[in-house]
């Protein structure tokens, strides 16, 4: 089989490190040359492999990837091809992928790059993923909460929970009247 599909979170235009795994053979074995690229909905994403698979080979590869600018959900796809390089392969990949090819799922589907703001550091270290500003717009949604102004893009979110984490923080150092600050651990 083709293995599990992934999801894969990313900050917007960072460094994307993926793992691919799976195993290439040409027909009968015969030499010719295979290229195997990552894409990106319609954009080449990276190069996977490029040799003479022969009867087979097994591929275990790790490679980066920028993801998009731009905040959204992304297919992860491969694309084949029988060049002489990688760099032939590519050209033509470009060329001929202007619009999303229409059997590419799930022929070809890998797995899906969903792309948001970054993740601040200290709020990686508690747990916390980019899904969390769109799990939080959710819960005031269920609850009929009104939503504050600061909710209005991720980033608002990510500032104003360190700035009340800090100052939680700080009044619970201080022992300025009766407050508290915990993280939840698993």
């Not at 994403?45 to 905040?71: Q, T």
């Not at 100052?167 to 022992?175: F, G, L």
Request: with cysteine.
């Amino acid at each position: 089989g083709r293995g599990q599909a992934a999801v894969v979170r990313a900050s917007k235009g960072g460094e994307v490190r993926l793992v691919i795994k799976g195993r290439m053979c040409n027909k009968d074995g015969d030499s010719c040359i295979h290229q195997l690229m990552l894409a990106c909905n319609t954009d080449f994403a990276a190069e996977v492999y490029d040799g003479v698979p022969g009867r087979g080979i097994d591929l275990e590869e790790v490679i980066w990837m920028e993801a998009p600018k731009v905040a959204g959900t992304y297919m992860l796809w491969t694309a084949m091809d029988l060049q002489y390089s990688m760099s032939d392969a590519k050209r033509r990949f470009i060329d001929s992928c202007q619009k999303m090819p229409a059997d590419v799922y799930p022929r070809s589907f890998v797995g899906w790059l969903v792309v948001g703001a970054p993740v601040p550091e200290w709020a990686m270290r508690l747990g916390l993923d980019g899904a969390h500003p769109a799990r939080l717009r959710k819960f005031y949604a269920k609850q009929g909460l009104e939503d504050p102004e600061w909710m209005a893009s991720d980033e608002q979110i990510w500032q104003v929970l360190e700035k009340e984490r800090l100052d939680a923080e700080q009044r619970v150092s201080e022992c300025d009247g009766w407050n508290h600050h915990v993280t939840l651990m698993q």
